[in-house]
């Protein structure tokens, strides 16, 4: 059993807690954490059983504590991360993985250094319905993929208020990226390799706290293929993303509803189970950590989807096609 910190106990990290805690088959549980306000998450963390610390530091000196699960502020991962490399602590980082390219290669060295686990929570990696879109792109039924779209909208931004650092535009640049967004960017390059170059457009329709509302974005692949995104930060929840082949196309519209429709013939719909996906992806890291299979999102395309990110944002402020380095 993996004995591992939660830093940060806001709504994310109680999240992942809930979804590991007391669950023997998940290889590893939270004993203890620090966060931002304490005093809100007391009476939580004593009923998790977590020994809440006074600091990320006093965390890292506890030679009981093997492993650190990162649920805080976007711009804070890259030093968390070098830092919990260096006290040797095996490491599990919420997405945004950080904020540039060079952030991110050098969070990857210092843990490469010290020689620990470092997994990226984009858990709809772990969705069954995605394996089966890699499955249709990996056995020819989508023939030569030609175009990507893809879509993660919600609501969530009219929660954000004056003080929050979700409501920093530094934490937040492009509206509902960092949130929502980063997770599609992830998707677009777990099934159809890098991006290579972006435009796009990114502004506020509705919002007045100083957070752009509406993003989207026209993309090239490495491959050749085109592709199309768009997060909305104030807007219904909506996850949708297609693949268009010259063969096929298949959809996924929300995380369990999958369609498939051939350039002749018959196509399906089918419902995938509803799937825990925070025990999957956390069940995954303890796992590759105790040697097992290595964690399914390789730390290079971590970077790439930092990398893509960085891009984006020099890409909206100049209003122009930016490649991606």
Not at 79 to 104: D, H, L, N, W, Y
Not at 253 to 268: A, S, V
Request: aromatic letters at 8%.
């Amino acid at each position: 059993m993996l004995d591992a910190a939660i830093i940060g106990m806001g709504r994310w990290g109680q999240t992942l807690v809930a979804s590991v805690q007391g669950k023997n088959d998940a290889g590893i549980r939270f004993v203890s954490g620090a966060t931002g306000r304490p005093e809100r998450a007391r009476d939580w963390a004593a009923q998790n059983r977590i020994k809440l610390e006074d600091s990320y530091e006093a965390v890292l000196a506890d030679p009981a504590v093997k492993a650190v699960v990162l649920a805080t502020p976007h711009q804070s991962h890259a030093e968390q991360i070098i830092a919990a490399a260096r006290a040797g602590k095996q490491i599990f980082v919420e997405k945004p993985f950080t904020m540039s390219k060079a952030s991110a290669e050098a969070a990857v060295a210092a843990c490469r250094e010290a020689g620990v686990v470092l997994a990226l929570g984009h858990n709809r990696r772990f969705l069954p319905a995605v394996a089966e879109m890699q499955r249709l792109l990996a056995d020819g039924s989508l023939g030569t993929l030609l175009h990507v779209e893809g879509q993660f909208s919600g609501p969530g931004a009219a929660a954000y208020t004056a003080g929050m650092w979700r409501a920093d535009r530094s934490e937040s640049p492009l509206g509902g990226m960092g949130g929502m967004g980063i997770h599609m960017i992830d998707m677009f390059i777990h099934l159809a390799g890098p991006i290579s170059q972006v435009t796009v457009q990114s502004h506020a329709r509705v919002l007045d706290n100083g957070l752009d509302d509406t993003t989207a974005g026209l993309f090239r692949f490495a491959s050749g293929a085109t592709g199309l995104f768009a997060t909305l930060a104030l807007a219904p929840r909506y996850w949708r993303v297609a693949l268009f082949g010259d063969k096929g196309l298949v959809e996924l519209n929300g995380h369990e509803r999958l369609g498939f429709t051939p350039r002749e013939g018959e196509g399906w719909v089918r419902e995938f189970p509803k799937t825990d996906i925070e025990h999957a992806e956390l069940k995954a890291f303890a796992a590759a950590v105790a040697g097992g299979p290595a964690y399914p999102l390789p730390v290079a395309e971590a970077i790439h989807g930092a990398s893509v990110y960085e891009t984006m944002v020099l890409a909206a402020e100049a209003g122009s096609t930016y490649a991606v380095a």
